[in-house]
Structures are given as C-alpha cells and as structure tokens.
C-alpha cells in the first residue's frame, strides 16, 4: 500500500467521522444548565468539579463552592480560589467522620452547609453551585435526600450543580444529567505514601 493510499483511506475514516459528530452536534439543541454527579471510589471527584469551577469563572460565571465533610486541613484549591471575589467558598464540615466522633455535631454541620448550599441553588445570580462530598452526607443521612433532590430539580434553569462524593444515592444519579464513576486501579497511599500537597492537598 502506498502512503497515497494510505492517506485516502484515513482521510475517508475521518470524513465519516465528522458525519457522525456534526450530526449529533446538530442534534443537541437544548441550551441549559446541567447536573454533574462525581462518584465512585477513585481519585479525581473534586478534582474534576474544581477544574469545572476554573472553567465557569473563565466564562464570567459567579460560581460558589460548599464543602461538606471536609473541614479540618487546609487545601491547594481553597487556598487558591479563595483569591477571587466572583466566588463563594465555604468549608463547612467538621472532617471526616472517623475523626469527629460525634454524630449530632456532623449533623448539625451537614444541615449548616446544606442550607448554604440551597440558597446558593435558588439564587439566578450564581452560574455554577459545587457541593463537594454531598454525596457522603446524603450516605450518611445526615442531610435529607428528598429536600436535596427538590432544590436540585427547582434551581434556575440556566444554572449548573455539580455534586461529588462516593456513594451517590440512585435517586441522584436518575435525576443528573451527567455522571461520572471513578475507579481506583492504583493509589499511592496504598504503597505508605502520605498525602501531598498539589495532589491530594
């Protein structure tokens, strides 16, 4: 074969190609916001919802960003984007459950942070709505599902929410218009090595 022929063929394969997308291009016609769930027992949730928040400020979006469960160590991410006026960033857990101990304090920070949250959601002014490690607070039931569920469903139309955490609730996920499940194939700290700042931190 010759890198002519070569070249044809690959040239046709791409020209099909290009059909099928411009054509599903074409057929996505809805312009509004989405509901992202970040889930599963991988690396990468918050992660990806913060890569999301960079994204939407880029775009002039006011963005605010609550954090449930985690509270207790200081992040890259906060520290970061606690820089820009046009979002709002809170912390509102007590740490890990493990570490708390205290059932009744991780609900009252729960609800706390949920209700930061839900104001957050009924406000057109906001682009995007984080809830970071949502999920685990739903897990745990330390925030009711049918009230996150109904906030979800009623926010501004042109607004985006993005919920992580392992453990996403089916009902969630039945609603969000895009999941993601991460899987863990390999993690450092299964090897004894400890969190690292621009990593985990």
Not at 3 to 30: C, G, T, W, Y
Not at 127 to 135: A, F, H, K, R, T
Not at 157 to 169: E, F, K, L, N, W
Request: aromatic share 6%.
């Amino acid at each position: 074969m010759t890198d002519d022929s070569a070249q044809e063929r690959h040239r046709r394969r791409m020209q099909r190609q290009k059909e099928l997308v411009d054509a599903r291009i074409a057929r996505a016609d809805q312009d509004c916001g989405v509901l992202v769930v970040n889930t599963g027992n991988g690396k990468g949730k918050s992660s990806s919802a913060f890569g999301m928040v960079a994204r939407a400020m880029g775009h002039g979006m006011k963005v605010a960003v609550v954090q449930f469960i985690k509270g207790s160590f200081a992040t890259g991410e906060e520290a970061f984007f606690r820089r820009f006026p046009e979002l709002e960033y809170h912390v509102m857990g007590e740490g890990f459950t493990w570490e708390t101990q205290d059932a009744e304090a991780d609900r009252r920070a729960a609800m706390a942070a949920w209700e930061k949250a839900a104001a957050f959601l009924a406000d057109p002014a906001f682009g995007m709505v984080v809830m970071d490690e949502l999920n685990i607070a739903l897990k745990l039931r330390l925030v009711p599902l049918d009230v996150v569920l109904d906030a979800l469903q009623n926010r501004p139309i042109h607004q985006h929410a993005v919920v992580t955490g392992r453990a996403a609730p089916a009902e969630l996920i039945e609603i969000a218009d895009t999941v993601t499940e991460m899987r863990p194939l390999k993690h450092a700290f299964d090897a004894g090595i400890m969190a690292q700042k621009g990593v985990e931190l």
